[in-house]
């Protein structure tokens, strides 16, 4: 059985930091192109950042590039995102999402970030 499980939302001031960790079980994660997409209150899904297979490349949303980090351990089947200099506008719940283009494609439940002082 394939899941994603996030982890590591909170409620944290502007300026303030967070880890989320996204682990992935049931499916070859050295394989996938892992991402984080958020979805904020009345806005529609955006993709956060990415990270290649076997962590071959990046990719970061504008808004984010500079203050986000994504990394990965296969070792651990784990990908992380790792949140600095945080704003209200980073709220939102975040997604964990592994990827194998045209074969498959699989989704975490999700995680809340609230940014608020």
């Known amino acids: 059985q394939v899941q994603l499980v996030e982890s590591g939302g909170d409620l944290v001031q502007p300026g303030g930091s967070l880890r989320l960790s996204c682990a992935g079980s049931g499916f070859t994660f050295s394989n996938y192109v892992m991402s984080w997409y958020r979805r904020a209150p009345a806005k529609q899904r955006e993709l956060v950042a990415s990270i290649g297979a076997f962590g071959i490349g990046t990719n970061y949303a504008d808004s984010v590039k500079g203050r986000f980090t994504i990394s990965r351990d296969d070792a651990k089947n784990t990908v992380y995102l790792q949140m600095n200099s945080l704003k209200p506008e980073g709220t939102a719940v975040y997604y964990c999402?592994?990827?194998?283009?045209?074969?498959?494609?699989?989704w975490g439940q999700g995680t809340q970030v609230t940014v608020s002082s």
């Open positions: 999402e592994a990827v194998r283009p045209q074969v498959s494609e699989y």
